[in-house]
């Protein structure tokens, strides 16, 4: 195999552990596995957390709940279960293969009676077939021969960190060494069945015995092995929960086991199965790199964590903020998913896309209450999306020192609305879906349109409207009044409407006729929303060429990032939430940020001089992780490749490397979708617009080559662009 | 038709419409709806109740969520719709069909404008195939000529009194005059679908309109109708929740209503599949009294109520104390199932006993949490129960001056562990269903066995095992120690846990291995059992041969119930709850429940000395609706049926004639489970045991006969007496 497309590992430390469970995590779009051990290990944060399975929470609403533990699977070697924390491990080896989602770890290990063994674990989630999860185990003694026992199960005593979700229901057994494991969440009353069935492969002489041990229910197979002689184990999982099939879980998951081991062993033919549907969104999605194997293989792994991640042929459920390999922010989503992730998806694989918006018309009931209930129009989509379209942003989280810190977000971070109207733009740009756009785009952008209108504040004193009290994609300042980015894309978003609105009514006059009945579309709104654009306030200061990022900005005190280094961790964090507030330290740079994403409004010279200011003043090490990928998009528009290589690396690495310390929670899932546009959009320098689509690349000097396709109007477009300065 | 089998109603009033909504419930055991009007009328409180959609609420924590109304069809003649409260109603008769399910209401209508109509019209919820409802109406005119529209619509625009529970998620035409409308619960993220076809019967002109009102798609027909001519329609609804097939609700509705409707008008066959389902039911459950037509009706209407209500093939969910009629104890299920309403279904319907069952077996984690929650080993139920197992109880509810008054019924209720292992060891007798013994019914009994045995607390002073600060049934009596219902059921339960390990371990000693290491069953928990048996205390008090209801009881004040008469409200209402506390009064008999319960365990003498010292103490007509019922059984095992009638007809009535005020809340489920029970085996005498079934019975003088079935070891058993007074 081609090491650019493998992510290795060839020692194990407990200080890494969490990290790398995180980077290890294994997935199929219907759920994702994280990497921890299949023997366990202290202290470890092993998780599997499935699409839509939300549960209540404490403080923060809801979250995944972390489900019955399917992969447990170990031998036992003269009645010593392996433990890497006992005897000593003598070789090591974990290997993900980006390329077919398949997990392999090796080892030598020596129990503490001196027994030796290789053992090699192999996992994958079946990505032709969701509800299935494959395992193997090979074990060889290596220094005797005795009795080997393998030890397969599934485990209910699962939490969420500490937080538990699961009642049991049922367990037993379905014969042919299989058992099942059947549970309900507690609050939201999800059932989930999982069923396994171990199979040995050429072991004649084996027996099993079934362990109903409460809430883990196990297989046990005894057999000898001799000395160098390989002992083969399969592990077959299949898992259904009621958000598939309704109540019916336990029958359709044993169904699909006695489906799939029917035919005996089944590891081979289902991981070709599943190599197939990789190698196809592979074929549309990878992104080639020669000349830099370290970017390109950093560059596969994002990729890789966004395709595994995201829900497949699944329209209501969206893509949470970290994936689905960590507790960070429960799974909730957020812009996110639309200005960093989508469009990973929309121009290479626009069905995902396409369901991921679906999610957000699916909750348009949610943001219409949010709405109502600020005394607003329209619809306000939540700042924290989850189960059933509530705003799922916690009202306070607990700080270092224990005290409650209030979180503003969700009262007034109000961007997303225009953030996620902008991705619909963006993928009808790129797909040409009208279809989508009749039924439900369009539905998005009007609501979402009345809102602003309606959540526009009229000044009479400077005769404009004001959007205050917000918080920008800059969150190290809360409670500002006009943030740039807030109004500009306001004033976007309702030009979008307009063009919207006459497309409507001229491709579908009774479709048009209806919404605008429901929606509250009349001549009173269409002079409201006129009346903003015209006179929006847009950050202009007098005597400056810059936009001023939020009203008052440019009086906030300065801070010469450069003295606070060497530093590790965040200027708020430095600082504290009061004080920062108080400096021009940036989290992200918000409007160079509009700028990036509204390309043909501003000129060249426009966002050098934004560059020059807004830049130096962002926190872009340990700020937002949002930030390196798309300043290194700026960076390659401004033709300076160069520059954009490291913060590109920044953004690739930061969960290989784990440069912000938290990877331990889960993968930066904008960041990765950030990743693919610094690729595409930054050295590929391609640009979608209504004229079609072109391409300015910029690569950096030792970069051989870069290849990627993408879908424009339909077609499957390839770029493969040769190093000109080679 | 036989007008024993009808509930009729000639006039409309206001006062009493809200209990008549409840009186007039239809339902298929999917779901049930209330029987407000089709057209609707101000302050109505129409309801449609599906089994396990719950969605989260303060203070009650979860209800069952309001769905959607699919009932709305109504004609408008001359441009005006029918209202009820405007025109002159000038003709009315409402009639629920017990036998088959059919709700009629025809009207004679003016309208303001002086047309004056004949409507009609009909709907039940189809009980061969529970996700569909039908509605059918019929319009003429009496004393004109002109258009009459026809206006068919589902309404999202719902709430649970107040309270909304959900987002809309799509709506949209069929085709062929049609809608649809997918909503989500804002919580439980549970997704329904409903759609609707409206279809004119020899209607030839007819012209459709689609109306998308937001929240509430609608189809309006016009067509011209000649005096005296009838215009027919009909109304066919589908629907489907996530529960039933997934997220796929919409594909399974629309598929459901073009199935239905493909050979055009349905009404007429599917009332006809309907008909012949209920056939089925009423062959197996009817109950027939000659010589009195009152009763004969009154029993069939709460027959009927709990043929409606029991989920049907359904072992997820069980029956709420209201039925699915009200919002009354918002769905939640008590002890009232597995006591009061479970007999009917053990010997009539043995199939529903079972699921009913299971679905207590399904709850067993949320059980087994209760217990530990408490510092308990083995499993206690909640009280109240709805989705996920959870304790359902409120911790405190508003009182009537708006002051919070704190619950106690989830902490200390806990005799309902017992009362579950009672209704598995009844239905096991009856049914001899094995099988539901060795996977389920024996884990309940000995994990709940569990409970009891860590809950009693040893008094080395009087060297006995106590049941300290519970409330028993009577619930105007809290924090009592030593409940005699509760230390006798706990014992016996203890002694039922051995008779079953015993039984078990015979039967099937691997299932009984894997039971004991489950639920820590071994020789120190056989000795606490027994030790338990042995030394708990029952109430017996020197010199008295009455057992104390509990701890103290003589000791509280004696009130003669006659001096307060006439009362309209309970005692407790009279009294105040602490006062209530300190006096004899009982809400519900409960030393005279148990003797009824267990009625091999006392002797005649017994039961008659304990009835002359309780009864008289029993606020019977305005405590517990539970009471009169069994008070009526005890009356016939004393052999004085006639002392019993007056009893039985005021459970059979209580919601027919709105004997306690709040029939608009709910039909009172557990009494009429009790006139199933106080017919059968009160004035029936029928008694089943290991032995076999045999009746004595005790009829009053009036009827002159009385016949029903029942199941006894799944064989069906005819009883048919005649009066041999008469």
């Known amino acids: 195999m081609d090491e650019n497309w493998l992510v290795r590992e060839t020692s194990f430390s407990r200080e890494t552990m969490l990290a790398r469970e995180t980077v290890f995590t294994t997935g199929n779009g219907y759920l994702s596995t994280r990497g921890a051990f299949e023997e366990g290990y202290p202290g470890e944060r092993g998780a599997t957390l499935i699409h839509g399975v939300f549960d209540d929470a404490p403080v923060v609403i809801t979250e995944l709940a972390n489900a019955p533990d399917w992969i447990p699977f170990a031998p036992r070697i003269g009645g010593q279960r392996l433990h890497l924390d006992e005897g000593e491990l003598t070789g090591y080896e974990r290997v993900l293969n980006l390329h077919n989602g398949l997990l392999r770890r090796k080892l030598r290990w020596r129990s503490p009676a001196g027994q030796t063994v290789d053992v090699e674990f192999e996992r994958f989630a079946d990505m032709a077939d969701k509800n299935v999860l494959v395992q193997r185990l090979r074990v060889t003694p290596v220094n005797f021969s005795g009795e080997i026992e393998i030890e397969a199960g599934l485990n209910g005593v699962v939490a969420n960190m500490a937080r538990e979700h699961w009642n049991k229901m049922e367990q037993g057994s379905t014969g042919e060494n299989g058992v099942y494991l059947e549970s309900s969440t507690r609050h939201t009353g ?175 009931g949610g943001a219409r209450r949010k709405a109502a209930y600020g005394g607003y129009k329209g619809a306000q989509f939540p700042w924290e999306s989850s189960l059933g379209g509530e705003e799922a942003t916690p009202r306070y989280v607990s700080g270092p020192d224990g005290a409650e810190i209030r979180v503003w977000t969700g009262d007034i971070e109000i961007h997303i609305s225009a953030d996620i109207a902008y991705a619909i733009w963006q993928y009808w740009l790129a797909s040409g879906d009208d279809d989508f756009m009749m039924r439900y785009g369009a539905e998005i952008i009007l609501d979402t349109a009345q809102f602003w209108a309606s959540r526009a504040e009229w000044d009479p004193a400077s005769g404009r409207y004001e959007f205050n009290d917000v918080i920008g994609p800059d969150e190290y300042h809360e409670h500002v009044d006009n943030n ?243």
Chains 1, 2 share one sequence.
């Open 190 to 364: 999800i059932m989930l069945c999982e069923a396994m069935r171990l199979l040995l492969v050429d072991a004649p002489g084996a027996t099993f015995t079934v362990e109903q041990r409460e809430n883990a229910p196990t297989v046990v197979a005894r057999l000898r092995a001799d000395v160098g002689q390989t002992v083969k184990a399969e592990k077959i999982v299949t898992l259904y929960t009621s958000l598939d099939v309704g109540r019916r879980t336990r029958a359709a998951t044993l169904q699909k086991l006695d489906e799939i081991t029917r035919g005996g062993p089944a590891f081979e033919r289902q991981l070709a199965a599943s190599e197939e549907a990789w190698e196809r969104l592979w074929e549309r999605s990878d992104v080639q790199i020669e000349g830099d194997d370290e970017a390109q293989v950093a560059t596969r792994f994002n990729l890789y964590q966004l395709l595994i991640a995201a829900p497949q042929g699944d329209e209501y459920n969206s893509l949470g903020a970290k994936t689905l390999s960590g507790f960070g922010y429960r799974g909730h989503v957020f812009w996110d998913t639309e200005i960093f992730m989508l469009p990973f998806f929309t121009y290479t694989k626009p069905e995902t896309a396409r369901d991921l918006l679906l999610y957000r018309y699916h909750n348009l």
């Open 484 to 726: 740039f980015f807030t109004n500009y894309l306001a004033k976007w978003h309702l030009e979008l409407a307009f063009k919207t609105k006459d497309w409507l009514r001229q491709r579908d006059s009774a479709k048009y006729e209806e919404l605008a009945g429901r929606l509250g579309l009349d001549p009173a709104s269409d002079a409201r929303w006129q009346d903003v654009i015209d006179k929006v306030y847009l950050g202009i200061v007098p005597d400056s060429k810059l936009f001023e990022q939020f009203e008052g900005y440019f009086q906030r005190r300065d801070v010469d990032l450069s003295t606070l280094e060497p530093r590790d961790k965040s200027v708020q964090a430095l600082f504290g939430i009061k004080e920062t507030n108080s400096t021009q330290v940036l989290k992200q740079p918000d409007t160079l940020m509009l700028m990036y994403m509204l390309p043909g409004e501003f000129s060249q010279e426009t966002v050098r001089t934004h560059w020059d200011y807004y830049a130096p003043r962002t926190d872009v090490t340990h700020g937002s992780s949002l930030a390196p990928g798309i300043e290194a998009i700026l960076a390659c528009r401004m033709e300076d490749p160069e520059m954009a290589y490291p913060l590109y690396m920044q953004a690739c690495q930061v969960d290989l490397k784990d440069l912000r310390h938290n990877t331990a929670d889960g993968i930066h899932g904008g960041t990765a979708g950030s990743v693919w546009q610094a690729a595409v959009l930054g050295f590929g320098g391609v640009r979608v617009s209504e004229k079609g689509v072109d391409a300015e690349p910029h690569l950096p000097a030792h970069w051989r080559s870069l290849k990627f396709k993408l879908f424009c109007h339909g077609e499957l477009r390839e770029f493969d662009f040769e190093n000109s300065q080679q």
